[in-house]
């Protein structure tokens, strides 16, 4: 059995928090048609905006891929 270090525990907590956005990414790229560069850059940039302010967190990859979706089409 191996121990896990603080950096393996903190990397798997990361990868737990990361992984609904990158499906969230998955889903725009497939539903909006466009690059996973296009979308993954717009989806950071409103990741990072409302991240400052919102305290619940569970909620994110939702709120964030409506803005992005939004802001994607109206680019269009």
């Given at each position: ?32 048609g ?24 569970t ?10 979706k ?7």
């Amino acid at each position: 059995m191996q121990n896990q270090t603080a950096a393996d525990t903190s990397r798997n907590m990361y990868d737990k928090e990361k992984e609904p956005h990158v499906h969230a990414v998955d889903r725009l790229v497939h539903e909006l048609g466009l690059s996973a560069e296009e979308v993954n850059k717009s989806y950071r940039e409103v990741l990072a905006e409302l991240n400052k302010d919102i305290k619940v967190k569970t909620f994110l990859p939702i709120l964030v891929s409506r803005v992005v979706k939004q802001r994607l089409l109206q680019q269009r």
